[in-house]
């Protein structure tokens, strides 16, 4: 079975600060894994995603996320915040292989960016 | 590329009558539309994955007769409410489905929010 653990909640950061949003997955098979960002009241936007090819996967945005399958883990990083990207963040993994392309998602981590 | 939309972008009804949501894949064709609802603060539930010229699949506890799916299309999906309910009120985001296999990817429409009085 497929699952995805978003560590935090919530995570807090300065503007221009760095962040890291922490991820961990567990799948039986080769995975694909996504990042998307949720603005209040707005549907998902799709900030990256993991196939197999390089395992530092860059999206849009300035953000990026490094697959490490020893760890397995799928943390999402931005050197610099801003304000704007104060948004609800969910790590997602695809199920395409055993359940018809399902996406299982994490709980979400609210990010907020102080100025 | 790879846009969604849906219309209504909200929508409130009187408790008792159906309200129709439309999701449409705008440059790319979908074969696969796949149905969620969002409750304040949590992630996505699925509710039912939908396929062009066939019948929808529902998750279990979401019941059919009242989430009625229609895939008449490879851009279109709809989603009525039928007989809603004050408990019917949520935010309705559709997804696409782009590529197969591993490359296969969901886009997401900007949801619809549902108020039943």
């Known amino acids: 079975a497929q699952s995805v653990t978003q560590l935090d909640s919530h995570v807090s950061v300065s503007e221009g600060t760095p962040v890291l949003l922490r991820c961990n997955y567990s799948?039986?098979?080769?995975?694909?894994l996504f990042w998307y960002v949720q603005h209040p009241n707005k549907g998902l936007q799709l900030l990256l995603k993991?196939?197999?090819?390089?395992?530092l996967v860059k999206g849009i945005n300035g953000f990026e996320a490094e697959f490490k399958k020893s760890e397995t883990s799928f943390h999402l990083t931005k050197p610099s915040a801003h304000m704007s990207d104060a948004a609800e963040y969910f790590c997602v993994v695809s199920g395409w292989e055993n359940q018809g392309g399902k996406l299982i998602f994490g709980q979400g981590t609210e990010l907020s960016v102080k100025p | 590329g790879a846009v969604v939309s849906q219309h209504p972008s909200w929508v409130i009804c009187k408790s008792g009558t159906s309200v129709k949501i439309e999701c449409r894949s705008l440059d790319f064709q979908a074969t696969t539309m796949f149905w969620y609802r969002q409750f304040p603060k949590q992630s996505l539930m699925l509710m039912a994955t939908?396929?062009?010229?066939?019948?929808?699949?529902?998750e279990q506890g979401v019941e059919k007769d009242k989430f009625l799916i229609n895939h008449a299309s490879l851009t279109l999906s709809t989603l009525t409410v039928t007989s809603a309910h004050p408990e019917d009120s949520s935010f309705y985001i559709c997804?696409?489905?782009?590529?197969?296999?591993?490359?296969?990817?969901?886009?997401f429409g900007p949801g619809t929010r549902l108020l039943v009085l």
């Open positions: 997804s696409a489905r782009l590529g197969t296999g591993q490359e296969e990817t969901q886009y």
């Open positions: 939908s396929n062009e010229g066939s019948k929808a699949t529902y």
């Open positions: 993991y196939t197999s090819a390089a395992t």
């Open positions: 799948s039986s098979y080769s995975p694909s």
